[in-house]
Structure formats: structure tokens, C-alpha cells
């Protein structure tokens, strides 16, 4: 059975820090392109950042770019989203996501892009 798993969300203080991981099992996932997304209540689902296959490429939303990096370790088939200087308008459940149709391309912002996804993990910014 393919699954994705996040985990590392939690409650955190404006200005604070949270490292969020996806951890993929049931196929190799170290040739995908991999995404995570966020959703707010009331709103709907949005990109956040992409990774290419070798973690060669990166890609971010506007509103995240220069406070969180995304990253990857193919070795433990695992994805990363390190979250800095966060604000209360972060807070959101976030999603990771597979695509295994583009490895090397990042400007992969829509939902449909993607064949896989995790249950979500939990971000709460409080001001």
C-alpha cells in the first residue's frame, strides 16, 4: 500500500519554528517530484513549496519564500519542509504530495499535478 506520513506539526509561538517530514512507503518515491500544500479553515488547499527527484530544483509560494526550505533524503525516502519565522496566517493542515509524472520540474502548483498525498499534520501559529 503506498502512503505518505507527515509528522512534526504541533502548536508554536509567532517568530517560531517547526520541521515538518513526509515519510513515504509502499514504492520508491526517490524518482518523484515531490510538493507539500496547506489548507486553512474555510479556504482551500494551496502550494507551498516543490522539490525535483535529486533535490537539485526547488520551488516556493510567494508568501513562504525566504522563511521556509523544503528538502529531501532519497536514502530514507523521506521529504522535509523546515518552517522559520512563522506567522499566524501559517497556520493551516499541510499536505505532502507525490508526482511521479515530473521529476525534474518544480512549477508544479497544482493539485492535479499530483497522484499522491499525505493525511496531513497539524500547524498552529498562535500570535
Known amino acids: 500500500q503506498v502512503q505518505l506520513v507527515e509528522s512534526g506539526g504541533g502548536l508554536v509561538q509567532a517568530g517560531g519554528s517547526l520541521r515538518l517530514s513526509c515519510a513515504a512507503s509502499?514504492?520508491?518515491?526517490?524518482?518523484?517530484?515531490m510538493g507539500w500544500f496547506r489548507q486553512a479553515p474555510g479556504k482551500e488547499r494551496e502550494f507551498v513549496a516543490a522539490?525535483?527527484?535529486?533535490?537539485?530544483?526547488?520551488y516556493y509560494a510567494d508568501s513562504v519564500k525566504g522563511r521556509f526550505t523544503i528538502s529531501r533524503d532519497n536514502a530514507k525516502n523521506t521529504v522535509y519542509l523546515q518552517m522559520n519565522s512563522l506567522k499566524p496566517e501559517d497556520t493551516a493542515v499541510y499536505y505532502c504530495a507525490a508526482d511521479p509524472k515530473s521529476p525534474y520540474r518544480v512549477e508544479t502548483t497544482r493539485l492535479d499535478e499530483y497522484d499522491y498525498w499525505g493525511q496531513g499534520t497539524q500547524v498552529t501559529v498562535s500570535s
Open positions: 509502499g514504492r520508491t518515491f526517490s524518482r518523484d517530484g
Open positions: 522539490i525535483s527527484w535529486s533535490g537539485g530544483r526547488t
